[in-house]
């Protein structure tokens, strides 16, 4: 390892966050609007062999675990191919990919073939006209098909990940909380947050993770702390007295409590820019000094000034979000 990074908070940084691709084949309310965004350019978007290469500087500078996002990082053509090139990289332990599993069925077992571990799949609703209503385009029998795809081939944990919104989809909680039971998924519930080009939407669908919970102590029963492998900032826990195979239930709040301060992760761009954190200004150009052909040791440094400037946690108060902070560009 050629040294670790730390930000100014003593935080060691091993957690990268990779966006391979801006494109989605959904257009999720809260994440695109309905004709898409600017797309980045072709020649902008990072190859596989540089995405292998800054991926390989990472791990020499003490990042274990690696994310694959995006877009729907899914869609990108070849992206076995890019997992197996990652999975081969000495240091990595970890290897996991967020997609919504709509293209997931006939891929899950040539990604586990590959190298992947585990993924997370969103789900946000188990009905299928409401589905077609969140995503704009997408099929859940397409996503459930996906998600047992997934465990048939091995990819485990599994993990749920639902966005809650007010009388959107809040009173499905309890739904799909029941699943980690009836199913093993870890199913975790996230806070809207306010990116995008629709703040306003975010405030008006809000539901704080702490109602979340109170609902689910209500209809399914008390909740006790829990472990699951590879688990950031939501925080896990399971429903006494369920069977040991039960999954967990965890709680992403972005806005109601601040889980900065425990947060170890970077964020690549699949422009090829690192951001220390979703709600930051600032953006590191790592794909310029790449492409200029600049050495190993040129490289950690713009890694080391991305993580120098990671502040103490967000101010999402005095946040504004612009067209360019989607998740589908930072990678979510
Ligand atoms: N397309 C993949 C997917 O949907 O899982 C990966 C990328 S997506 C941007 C990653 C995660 O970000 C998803 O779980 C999605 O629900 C979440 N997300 C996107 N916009 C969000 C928002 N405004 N608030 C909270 N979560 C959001
Ligand atoms: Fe696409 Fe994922 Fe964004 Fe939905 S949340 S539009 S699936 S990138």
């Known amino acids: 390892m050629t040294g670790a990074l730390y930000d100014a908070f003593a935080r060691q940084i091993r957690y990268l966050r990779v966006s391979i691709t801006d494109r989605c084949n959904l257009r999720c309310i809260y994440c695109m609007p309905e004709e898409g965004i600017p797309l980045m350019?072709?020649?902008?978007?990072?190859?596989?062999?540089?995405?292998?290469?800054?991926?390989?500087?990472?791990?020499?500078l003490g990042i274990t675990r690696v994310r694959l996002t995006g877009g729907e990082p899914l869609a990108r053509?070849?992206?076995?191919?890019?997992?197996?090139m990652l999975a081969a990289l000495p240091g990595l332990e970890d290897l996991a990919l967020t997609t919504n599993g709509t293209l997931l069925a006939p891929l899950a077992e040539d990604l586990a073939r590959a190298g992947l571990r585990r993924v997370n799949i969103s789900l946000d609703t188990l009905r299928?006209?409401?589905?077609?209503?969140?995503?704009?385009r997408g099929e859940l029998s397409d996503a459930l098909a996906?998600?047992?795809a997934a465990q048939r081939a091995g990819?485990?944990?599994i993990k749920i990940n639902m966005v809650v919104m007010r009388a959107i989809n809040d009173d499905e909680v309890t739904d799909l909380a029941r699943l980690s039971l009836e199913r093993g998924w870890h199913v975790r519930?996230?806070?809207?947050?306010?990116?995008?080009?629709?703040?306003?939407?975010?405030?008006?669908?809000?539901?704080?993770m702490q109602e979340v919970r109170a609902r689910l102590e209500e209809t399914l029963g008390p909740l006790e702390p829990a472990h699951v492998e590879g688990s950031g900032p939501a925080r896990t826990w399971r429903l006494a007295g369920a069977p040991p195979m039960a999954g967990t239930i965890g709680f992403i709040s972005a806005l109601s409590e601040h889980f900065c301060a425990t947060c170890n992760r970077l964020r690549l761009s699949a422009d090829g820019r690192l951001f220390p954190?979703?709600?930051?200004?600032?953006?590191?150009?790592?794909?310029t000094p790449l492409r200029r052909?600049?050495?190993?040791?040129?490289?950690?440094?713009?890694?080391?000034?991305?993580?120098?400037a990671k502040g103490p946690g967000h101010q999402l108060d005095r946040y504004v979000t612009t067209t360019s902070h989607t998740m589908s560009r930072i990678g979510g």
């Not at 954190?277 to 794909?287: A, I």
């Not at 052909?293 to 120098?308: H, I, K, N, S």
């Open 41 to 60: 350019r072709h020649e902008d978007i990072l190859r596989f062999e540089e995405i292998r290469r800054l991926v390989e500087i990472a791990i020499g």
């Open 77 to 84: 053509r070849g992206v076995v191919e890019l997992v197996r």
């Open 293 to 308: 052909g600049a050495d190993d040791e040129a490289l950690r440094q713009v890694f080391r000034q991305a993580v120098a």
């Open 277 to 287: 954190c979703l709600f930051s200004d600032v953006e590191l150009d790592v794909r």
């Open 155 to 157: 990819l485990d944990p």
């Open 146 to 148: 996906g998600i047992e």
């Open 128 to 136: 299928p006209e409401r589905y077609r209503a969140i995503t704009r």
């Open 189 to 208: 519930f996230i806070e809207y947050m306010p990116l995008g080009r629709e703040p306003a939407l975010a405030r008006e669908r809000f539901v704080s």
